[in-house]
């Protein structure tokens, strides 16, 4: 493997060099790009026995679990730090494309742009050297951008709980945001011989081109049967104060291609928190429109992969899925674009795209750190039935989208 800088990172010729997954729009925990069609993320090792012992009728509504990996923290000469993934050479047959090199990432691009502040261990975030490194970095692909783009009925959607308007950023730095903390967490024990084990999972949204992606936090309860009494209220407390209380289900994240301006609007967990029940359904209807129409194409696809999952976890005895989240994707380009609308298109390939009559929708479960079941190591309770609280954010989450005019 060739890495394309002169950072001093040691022989990476075994390894993959990890970068952060700049699509990850929710979540507290670091999801690495390990290639194209894999991402991986630290391993909690509850996740890694719901994965191995996955049954059959969930795989289709689950990524693809793809094992686990070694991953080291390298230093370089100036400080900055770098994830490595050294994967068994039994273990990398059975990854889709695994890569032969590896080019300079958006994490070393930022560190070695901010190396003569003196500040080598994290960079510091200056908000347009980010965007125009990450518009480098994804040739083809939309910038990231957090301000809404005003559109009627909708523009209540970035007004806080007072009636003012969100605070406007020039991109979304959700993913790195995570990337940042966990290497801070995980530098105070630096030891680059110290292999740190990761989860090697399929990229769900890697078939789009333009991926918009909603992450919602599903169920009634969010808090493990491992938490703490401290941690416990907390979470209770954010159930009590969100949508997660009311409806099951509340929004963690949002990224949403914007037709008309070539970017994503974005919404992060703070701005689900707040979120009323009617503020929901509007964001529902904001994730579906493209600034330029609502995609009611989408609506029956989406509702008919719920009613699919719904009928499945009620058949999941015993299962709670405690702090787990729901991703819904679509891809982005629109095939009912006007042609003036599509010059985005052109270093793309959106020919697939305008010939396909049927939208990519999919719809994933994902974070298991906390899911429970009979036979699961180190449950502490048995439950009886399915997961009545999942199921309730099922039902109110099925009924608001077919709420949505077609």
């Not at 493997?1 to 060099?17: A, C, E, P, S």
């Not at 011989?193 to 989860?199: E, G, S, V």
């Not at 298109?345 to 994902?366: A, E, F, H, W, Y």
Request: glycine share 6%; net charge positive.
């Amino acid at each position: 493997m060739v890495v394309q800088n002169n950072l001093d990172l040691g022989d990476t010729r075994k390894g993959i060099l990890l970068e952060p997954f700049i699509h990850q729009v929710g979540g507290h925990m670091s999801m690495m790009k390990y290639d194209d069609h894999t991402v991986c993320k630290p391993l909690v090792s509850q996740e890694q026995w719901f994965y191995e012992s996955l049954p059959t009728a969930m795989k289709r509504f689950t990524p693809q679990y793809k094992g686990t990996i070694s991953v080291n923290l390298k230093k370089d000469t100036m400080g900055n730090l770098s994830l490595i993934a050294c994967p068994q050479t039994d273990r990398r047959s059975s990854l889709d494309n695994a890569p032969k090199e590896c080019s300079m990432t958006i994490w070393q691009k930022l560190n070695q742009a901010n190396t003569s502040n003196g500040d080598h261990t994290f960079v510091k975030w200056n908000h347009d050297h980010l965007a125009n490194t990450i518009k480098e970095s994804c040739q083809g692909k939309a910038i990231l951008q957090s301000d809404l783009q005003y559109h009627g009925d909708v523009s209540t959607l970035m007004e806080d709980a007072n009636g003012n308007q969100a605070e406007k950023n020039s991109y979304n730095p959700w993913g790195l945001h995570c990337h940042k903390q966990h290497l801070n967490r995980i530098s105070s024990k630096y030891n680059e011989n110290k292999p740190h084990q990761f989860l090697l999972l399929e990229n769900v949204v890697s078939k789009y081109k333009c991926p918009c992606i909603l992450d919602l936090k599903m169920g009634t309860r969010q808090h493990g049967d491992d938490a703490s009494e401290e941690k416990k209220a907390r979470q209770i407390k954010k159930c009590e104060q969100s949508t997660s209380a009311s409806l099951g289900v509340r929004i963690c994240g949002m990224q949403v291609y914007q037709a008309d301006t070539n970017q994503y609007l974005c919404k992060d967990k703070y701005y689900g928190r707040k979120l009323s029940p009617d503020g929901f359904r509007q964001a529902i209807y904001q994730f579906l429109h493209n600034g330029m129409r609502l995609r009611t194409e989408l609506v029956e696809p989406i509702v008919s992969q719920l009613k699919m999952l719904l009928s499945v976890i009620k058949k999941q005895s015993t299962y709670r899925f405690y702090s787990s989240s729901l991703l819904i994707n679509y891809e982005g380009l629109d095939k009912a674009m006007p042609l003036d609308s599509q010059s985005y298109c052109q270093n793309t390939s959106c020919s697939v795209l305008q010939g396909n009559s049927q939208p990519k929708v999919d719809v994933r479960m994902i974070d298991f750190a906390h899911t429970t079941y009979k036979g699961s190591k180190n449950n502490q309770t048995i439950y009886d039935g399915p997961d009545h609280g999942y199921i309730f954010g099922l039902e109110n989450l099925i009924k608001i989208v077919q709420s949505i005019p077609v």
